[in-house]
């Protein structure tokens, strides 16, 4: 058995972390911390575990939890991981990162999207970018793993065939995404007052929002830089996030020859699902499930393509892929402990 | 394992069946039924299926079916499982209904709320009542189990104890009733149109709703007849009942007194979840689960009791409960196929 | 003109009243104070009035704005009018508050369920509990109105004739009542946050709530005392109450006996809807207006009567009721400015 | 008094007329029409009007209609208006086809996006597009309106002024709008059913819907010719509409500099709300309104902006906009009966 530990277990991914975790075959959970909740039992945080669990939640001593642990899950906001997190502690535990503090590359570009300092650039370069389906192999030796952002996820892996592919134009990527609700987390803003977020929609952080870079990092490479647009926003619905995506073609392709082109990169993917031709991701499809659905239309008369992708935020795009990366890298089934039917109508 | 067969299969109740079967480690469905959808694979019907089965709906012949499975699932409107079951269908398989038709005890109380004359009512007499946490030996004896609505689930787990126990006075008994949408079904209705039930909240089938014949018999013994009020209300969720009943105590007990009854009736129970003194149900908790959970309050000013009983009323109110019951028949441990964490926020 | 004052106008029912005083054909709006906006702008913190007024929040001065207007509307959290109103203020100008302090005409009950101290309980005798419909004359002659609450608004329009006319045992009343989360304020609580309310239904404050006391006063007499079971829940929609409340007839009456009951109390009120035979309440149908709806059906089962009734809570429960207040002080056509007819689907 | 007709009232944008109508200082309302409802009271299919209105619906006779109104509003699917409207109705009566039929100038362009062949293509050109703010001298002299589509206001309210001054790349043009689902109507769909459309998101008609060809004949003009990707959205709130535009900006214009082109078009305009920079429309700050909020960001690092347009779809986006147009053609103060404050929070 697995020994994990979850730090930040109280926020919406940690308590999504701790019911993927609970259940999950080969795993065990050794500790779990909260600062907001220190010494309270789980069940009393999140009603869901009456009779679940009889954890409480500790006070953070990164430090002595890796020693107890196989695998530190952290679910924290940004800025915290990295100030705490040091090599020593990479010795004795391997750690899965659900904040933003080790997805980008550059502190430079973290720092400036953040808008704090890092607390250990140093070890940014041994982390790896936990996207499972496109990164498999990095996260295998790794012993860091940046676990992407909700909306990068299923934008990444909605464009990236097209864009390595040099399919499109990568000046022409447009992002326009929309999320549920628990995206926003378990603190309360006026803006996610029930009242104040029901029965609307907006978009918020207009060309501002900090998964842009990071979504511009994994669909860049040496060949081609991406820059692009990305506008998120919130719809009333607890979960789900779809992604619809812009781009001018660069040729005259065929749905047939693009999607071909999606069958290479993703047929033996067990959680992309690319679906028939004129059925479109829906995010009810995939909620409660570590499935990213995807699907494409070609518009000929402005020749541009327009992709769809779907996820369950609190699952491909935070816990369950926090626990797919976990199954990599101690070598187990990739879809062990997560695959769930989608529910249905949830 | 056990072979198994789904009628009414493109229902929201039997498309809930399919999901917890197809993950169920000691079943595999061998074939299902729909008439609006014959034919069609069934993640053309839900697209939450994509890519986890290949099945396809078939056209119904039930004496057919009979012979290929060891448990027939029947999830259609009431009237027409008892005109097609019958004495020989039973020897050649287990059943059972998640409809109204074998629920009622009396062919006249049976007839007098559904309004349709009962197709075999000879059956009735071998029909158990399937409310597992208080009929478990008669269902183990079993061939034919009447599923309970879901209303009447939540109802009477809630009620049950005190009623037995002759603590309350049963002429008094008010079961104001809320259930999500998802309770209508998938038929097209103007009342289950988004925009006409969206934000609004109404009573419906005002003292004259079918389960209230069913939830007075679970209640009813040789010695007190319960006859009770009854209202049901559709409010603007996908899932969950939350059923508040009222009755007046027959002594001054505590809050401890009625606990330990409680205490001692489902303190075995897996399924049925006490909560802690001022603590109530809220339907999130138990989304996704087969839990019921329970409390009440006493009322000093008034003399009365109040209690709160929650489900998700497609598991514990309908395929969660008729897979309890498929445990229950074949030896398994009852929690097989049917443990999960309720989900959350979902 | 009359000349008016909000205090706590940044509050979901102060906001309210704006949008209907700053539309009543009447009335102007001479000075609106927020202690949490203190000098914003009101469109800054309601951006609906974009464009609408000019109009910036003060900090208050109860005396100096008494002093200036013709009525003052008061919409702030229990407590605080109480320790702010005087003898003297009131001869300045007719005050309408919509908060709890002025409801309870015994000081005692009051400090019971509120828990804390009243601030001026010399007011209680010339205050006049402005339930339009049953206290009009008393209204007319006031200069203090305790403007009701929501649930006990639409709880003592559906219950009146019924008790007023002794047709039901009075001890066997219960109101299981449903309000949309406007009615819990702008006020940030996890309880509000919208991933903690949507997609779920609670009681709450069982056998506790503050507005049980004041349907009991409002439908108590000298000869006889009334004594209730209230329980109110959450209901994931912005606005709306609806009441299902329950009582045991004394005499086998018939619908039609019962209904020339309502229609001779409520025939010449605009603002109450007797709704035919078969058709209940509904908050969609009275969203947006100050209308009350309600309709009942007798259980001849059980011997009961079970009534039905819906408003709007930010209209006729709580602003919309203010301004017909404001009318009647003022002798103007009680619909004047409130005569909206409810929105649909919205 | 003006005497109005409309013909399709029970249907949505119908029913919402009949709201604005009804509480309209300078109108009454004639007749109403139903097809599926013919014979109701109105208050039978709209319970809001309980106690408003004993209209019923009759059957549609529009030539006989025409000759007692001064105004005939059609709120029909479209494909019947083009075939019974005639040029001796429109000697009779002014008409405001809520519907489609007149609304594009070319009757290739209407039966390739439609599918069936138009009924009165003559009619076509007299016909006048009623976007009131861009389109108000000719709407004065016409006799026929095409009133804009729900999607179609919004985008070209959004764009035209950067369009029209040849500021942005009209080929980089890309709208990703947002709907509540009244704007499918009140036809019951799978789609539209609870439970399948609450609590997700979807796209639909990619590439394909008809609003398309009306937004690029507003934007189009003798010198620039526009196509555009439109893709519409379903969101799970009952109204309001959110468009979010990008484009390619053709040179390295500032906030302030756009801002003044807006300001000019739109500042004389009551309707149209040009927000602060940095506060961006929201759809619950126009609902129950006539308006239309508007702002945009510039993205330097793409040399894109991104622009929001918000309104209620069954106010400006229908109902409100057809009655804007009355108020034009009758010589009325434009905004008389349909200067609501939004409301806020429903």
């Known amino acids: 058995m697995i020994k994990a530990g979850i730090i930040g277990a109280s926020g919406y991914a940690g308590q999504e972390l701790m019911r993927l975790l609970v259940q999950h075959p080969e795993c065990e959970i050794e500790a779990i911390t909260s600062k907001t909740y220190k010494d309270k039992s789980f069940h009393q945080i999140y009603?869901?575990?009456?009779?679940?669990?009889?954890?409480?939640?500790?006070?953070?001593?990164?430090?002595?939890?890796?020693?107890?642990?196989?695998?530190?899950?952290?679910?924290?906001?940004?800025?915290?991981?990295?100030?705490?997190?040091?090599?020593?502690?990479?010795?004795?535990?391997?750690?899965?990162?659900?904040?933003?503090?080790?997805?980008?590359?550059?502190?430079?570009?973290?720092?400036?999207?953040?808008?704090?300092?890092?607390?250990?650039?140093?070890?940014?370069?041994q982390a790896v970018y936990g996207l499972c389906e496109l990164n498999r192999d990095a996260i295998k030796q790794s012993t860091l793993i940046g676990n992407p952002g909700c909306y990068t996820t299923c934008s990444i892996l909605t464009l990236a065939p097209l864009v390595k592919e040099k399919m499109i134009d990568v000046t022409s990527i447009i992002i326009d995404a929309k999320s549920g609700v628990s995206g926003a987390g378990r603190a309360l803003h006026l803006g996610t007052h029930f009242t104040e977020c029901n029965e609307t929609i907006k978009a918020y952080k207009i060309a501002a929002h900090r998964h842009t870079p990071e979504i511009e990092q994994a669909l860049s490479d040496d060949e081609q830089e991406v820059t692009l647009s990305f506008t998120p926003h919130l719809v009333p619905m607890n979960r789900g996030i779809l992604v619809t995506a812009y781009a001018k073609l660069l040729k005259g392709y065929t749905y047939d020859d693009i999607k071909a082109v999606y069958e290479q990169y993703y047929h033996e993917e067990k959680f992309v699902r690319l679906l028939p031709q004129g059925i479109f991701p829906e995010t009810k499809w995939v909620k409660g499930s570590n499935y990213c659905d995807i699907n494409f239309e070609i518009d000929e008369r402005t020749g541009r393509i327009i992709l769809l992708g779907a996820i369950d935020n609190l699952i491909k795009g935070a816990a369950g892929q926090a626990v797919q990366n976990m199954n990599i890298l101690f070598g187990l089934?990739?879809?062990?402990?997560?695959?769930?039917?989608?529910?249905?109508?949830?």
Chains 1, 2, 3, 4 share one sequence.
């Not at 869901?48 to 924290?76: P, R, W, Y």
């Not at 089934?333 to 949830?346: H, K, L, S, V």
């Open 333 to 346: 089934e990739e879809d062990t402990g997560i695959n769930m039917i989608p529910a249905f109508p949830i």
């Open 47 to 125: 009603g869901n575990f009456m009779g679940i669990t009889s954890k409480s939640c500790q006070a953070l001593d990164m430090a002595h939890m890796a020693k107890e642990v196989d695998v530190l899950f952290i679910a924290l906001p940004h800025g915290i991981a990295s100030n705490q997190l040091t090599a020593s502690i990479l010795k004795d535990t391997k750690v899965i990162d659900l904040g933003a503090d080790y997805r980008l590359k550059s502190q430079a570009t973290y720092e400036k999207w953040y808008g704090v300092s890092h607390g250990s650039p140093d070890l940014l370069k």
